[in-house]
């Protein structure tokens, strides 16, 4: 079992930024996949952004230039810079964890753009 949990959302001005964290209960370097997604009102759940243990990512077209995910290993965590956000950026944020066993999910962070 892998404890998974976001933090950091809230309320930011359009164009402004934040910053999301999804930190793991067991080393993350054993976690092959870690991914960030979100999901809005009366919409489907979306992948934003991916990385997996080799560093490689993945970004879904809205938020390409925009948003980059990193991780530490050292910290088990994965981050989330959002820069230039959008109203259409308001959504639940979830973090993933595959461990290839097993599929794990935080319980989410509310992020909001709005002026």
């Known amino acids: 079992q892998v404890q998974v949990a976001e933090s950091g959302g809230g309320l930011v001005q359009p164009g402004g930024a934040l910053s999301l964290s999804c930190t793991v209960s067991?080393?993350?370097?054993?976690?092959?996949?870690m991914g960030w997604f979100r999901q809005a009102p009366g919409k489907q759940r979306e992948l934003v952004a991916s990385?997996?243990?080799?560093?490689?990512?993945n970004y879904a077209d809205s938020v390409k230039g925009r948003f980059s995910i990193s991780r530490d290993n050292a910290k088990n965590t994965v981050y989330l810079q959002m820069n230039s956000l959008k109203p259409e950026d308001t959504a639940v944020y979830y973090c993933?964890?595959?461990?290839?066993?097993?599929?794990?999910w935080g319980q989410g962070t509310q992020v909001t753009v709005s002026s």
């Open positions: 990385i997996i243990s080799d560093g490689l990512t």
């Open positions: 067991r080393s993350s370097s054993s976690i092959y996949y």
């Open positions: 993933n964890a595959n461990t290839g066993w097993g599929d794990f």
